[in-house]
């Protein structure tokens, strides 16, 4: 599975809605779709899914925000991994 | 000496010393004790003399504090709500307590003026045991929200409690106040705090909200008493760096609102070695909590779920089955008796009958909570009904499900939460629609959502909402809820 596929199944588990699939540019927080403990289960489980230490503590909530952010994120981290 | 004295002594010991501290804004003990003596002279001179309650909305800002003293003192008792609130609910809980107005922080700040002379004494209400303190509403099972009227005598009765049983370093800690001040566990930190001559540290929604800038200002806080829920401790506890090197100051962790894990009590013990973790247990009704017990790696050892404790001094715990106390160790409806159990719910003698009697000439209260003793300590067992806690709060079901049927578009609706190792994970919605018309599920979730946020905090909204054609239905006829929440596992 491709990075973008990974996450957004997980962020499709924990927002309860395949419209992450749709739109890339959804405003997770503004929709609320995830809140504070969605975001940190969501940390959790991608963490596990990429075998990648990531603490709530060096997540800029802006870079969470939308679908297409936290994709962009995860291809960084793997890249540098 | 009375509360109000208790809080009043620290602007003459300390009055320079911080009585809370809020994103970046502070009042000192001075300021807090001269600008609510200004208010309560404000309000003495609009309002009749007739303890109807003042309600203030705001979030975490000083002037809360401010407003909370100098209603008070002015002979009223006040309502707190959270600046998150719908405007719908404010409207609802105003009618309910036949408040006498609603204040904001900015209107407390208009009306303490710092540059205002010294404000008169003379009009500061002392006030009596029976006179309510404080009214905090909770979800209702109906779908409107109920006022727990909470008397000085009861407050009292919690504050000698509390202070006897942590011996508080007079005029140096420093607790967390995590929670909402219309959530009755910031009573815990806030009286705590003010009693001791503390300092009050507020964390904001907005800092909660973005973990980054929540573990940045943990670490520059000083906290040396931790309050919070265990949901928000567990939340910290996935940032690796939440030990005792970010926080050295904690020497206590102090839970109340919800189920306290094994695993979330042991993670703090390894983490923050100097410090000590506390759980408590107790219903709004009853002033914020009426057990304790300090958990140690032992007590952790021997029990899973977790006691909840033994009761304070003054009061009783009744476990009862069928209206009469079950044999030792049986579980039973946990009723609670003494002088910390609430005068009732305002303006509802019908709940109030339901809900409160007299047990050994003490108010008693039924909870509604299933417990048990073993080895002389209180488990919580769960509920007899359909309330639930939710990251710490208290919800009831029915009070979801009725504002969901209360929009033009839906036809029924059961609300169902989704439980992850014995705890409520989030709410989810199975809503029956009249139409479905040509839109998407997403935007059908969005508008209920935006319909819903309209009527109901933040925390009462489902997180998942699913569109069925009918519910899967009992022997009985009802919607079979145990069908329902097995189809989203």
Known sequence: ?81 | MNLIEQIDQWSRKTPGRNAHISDGQTLTYAELTQRSNALAESLSKQLPADHSPIAVQGHKEPEMLIAFLGIVKSGHPYIPLDSSLPSQRVETILETAKAAMLLTPDQVKELVKPSQADPSTHSIHHPAPEDAWYIIFTSGSTGEPKGVVITCGCLESFIHWISCEHDFAEGAETFLNQAPFSFDLSVMDLYASLVSGGTLFSLTKDMIADPKRLFQVLRHSEISCWVSTPSFAQFCLTEPAFKEQMIPQVKKFWFCGETLAPEVAGSLLERFPKAEVWNTYGPTEATVATTSIRITQEIIKRYSPLPVGKPKPDCEIHILENGADVKSGERGEIVIAGPNVSAGYIHRPDLTERAFYQVNHMRAYRTGDLGHYQDGYLFFDGRMDFQIKLHGYRIEIGDIENNLHALTSVRDAVVIPIMKNNKADYLAAFVVLKERMNKSDFEITRTLKRELGGRLPDYMIPRKFIFVEQFPMTHNGKADRRKLAEGLK
Do not use: C
Request: no cysteine; net charge negative; glycine share 6%.
């Open chain 1, 1 to 81: 599975m491709s990075v973008s596929e990974i996450v957004l199944n997980e962020l499709e588990k924990v927002a309860g809605t395949d419209q992450v699939h749709k739109d890339l540019n959804l405003d997770l927080f503004g929709e609320k779709i995830l809140d504070s403990f969605g975001t940190v289960e969501l940390i959790v489980a991608l963490s596990d899914s990429f075998g990648i230490e990531i603490s709530p503590g060096q997540i800029d909530r802006e870079l969470w925000a939308t679908p297409q952010k936290i994709i962009a994120y995860f291809e960084e981290r793997v890249k540098s991994a």
